[in-house]
């Protein structure tokens, strides 16, 4: 799982994809989803709220042209640098909230979709499995990984190069 890498997120604080300022907040409660380091907000951080398009930015680094699949969408990220991510495998933070994961072709035209929900009991949603038999079809270069309740990006996951 791929969090926004540190050099977007620099770029993100001082203007979002949409061209505006982070919005900063506080957030009273905690659990609000940031996407610097893949993990839930504790009550009473400070977060910036800003506007983010990942496919365009993958765009931009493989020459991919998304058309109508662009999107720009809110995302709560730190207002300073944080260490990013605790570890590789899927956030444990988000381990039993249902995502909806969108399949992209090298062209950054969409695939398909799949909806990942785990057991009303609170089990682990089967996201890395769902990934792996996505990655499976050969055609699928870029995963994004949402929220359900309202769409927002969660996560990327792109396809591994073998080298040789």
Same mark, same amino acid.
């Given at each position: 799982? !791929?969090?926004? =890498?540190?050099?977007?997120?620099?770029?993100?604080?001082?203007?979002?994809?949409? @061209?505006?300022?982070?919005?900063?907040? =506080?957030?009273?409660?905690?659990?609000?989803?940031?996407?610097?380091?893949? !993990?839930?907000? /504790?009550?009473?951080?400070? *977060?910036?709220?800003?506007? &983010?398009?990942?496919?365009?930015? /993958?765009?931009?680094?493989? @020459?991919?042209?998304?058309?109508? +699949?662009?999107?720009? @969408?809110?995302?709560?990220?730190?207002?300073?640098?944080?260490?990013?991510?605790?570890?590789?495998? +899927?956030?444990?933070? #988000?381990?039993?909230?249902?995502?909806?994961?969108?399949? &992209?072709?090298?062209? $950054?035209?969409?695939?398909?979709?799949?909806?990942?929900?785990?057991?009303?009991? $609170?089990?682990?949603?089967?996201?890395?499995?769902?990934?792996?038999?996505? #990655?499976?079809?050969?055609?699928?270069?870029?995963?994004?990984? !949402?929220? *359900?309740?309202?769409?927002?990006?969660?996560?990327?996951? !792109?396809?591994?190069?073998?080298?040789?």
């Amino acid at each position: 799982m !791929r969090a926004i =890498t540190p050099d977007v997120l620099a770029e993100l604080r001082n203007a979002d994809d949409a @061209g505006n300022a982070a919005v900063l907040r =506080t957030d009273p409660d905690g659990g609000a989803p940031l996407r610097c380091c893949l !993990r839930r907000t /504790w009550p009473g951080e400070h *977060v910036a709220l800003v506007s &983010y398009a990942p496919l365009r930015r /993958w765009a931009s680094e493989t @020459g991919a042209q998304p058309g109508p +699949y662009d999107e720009v @969408g809110p995302v709560f990220i730190h207002p300073a640098e944080c260490d990013g991510p605790d570890g590789t495998g +899927y956030p444990a933070a #988000f381990a039993t909230s249902a995502r909806v994961l969108r399949a &992209y072709h090298a062209d $950054g035209h969409i695939l398909g979709g799949r909806l990942v929900a785990g057991d009303p009991d $609170g089990s682990p949603v089967p996201v890395e499995s769902a990934l792996a038999e996505m #990655f499976a079809e050969p055609a699928v270069a870029l995963v994004h990984g !949402r929220a *359900v309740e309202f769409g927002c990006f969660t996560f990327e996951a !792109r396809r591994v190069r073998e080298l040789g």
